[in-house]
């Protein structure tokens, strides 16, 4: 069993910055790829970024270049740093995990606004 605790969202103007992070907690030595998704109101779950247990990343076209996704030293943090927010960057920004049995867990959610 994995929990994930996010934190860090908040209110951002148009071309700033925050950073969330995601703590895992319980079995995360089991963590396969942790990633960050997003959902803004009215609309689809949106895929942002992930990493893997070697620190492969990948990252959803809308945020290429502007997104950095990183973990601690321990692996048990990951976290979102986003740059040059834009208004449609409001969300509610999740993380997920996927162990090696592809067992998968959700955090609770932290929301972000950027305001223009």
């Known amino acids: 069993q994995v929990d994930l605790v996010e934190s860090g969202g908040g209110l951002a103007q148009a071309g700033g910055s925050l950073r969330l992070s995601c703590e895992a907690r319980g079995r995360t030595s089991t963590i396969a790829v942790t990633a960050w998704y997003r959902q803004a109101p009215g609309k689809q779950r949106e895929f942002v970024a992930d990493?893997?247990?070697?620190?492969?990343?990948n990252y959803g076209d809308s945020v290429k270049g502007r997104f950095t996704v990183s973990r601690d030293s321990s692996g048990d943090t990951v976290y979102l740093q986003m740059n040059a927010l834009k208004p449609e960057d409001t969300a509610v920004y999740s993380c997920?995990?996927?162990?090696?049995?592809?067992?998968?867990?959700w955090g609770q959610g932290t929301q972000v606004t950027v305001s223009s």
């Open positions: 990493i893997t247990g070697v620190g492969r990343t």
């Open positions: 997920f995990a996927q162990d090696w049995g592809a067992n998968k867990y």
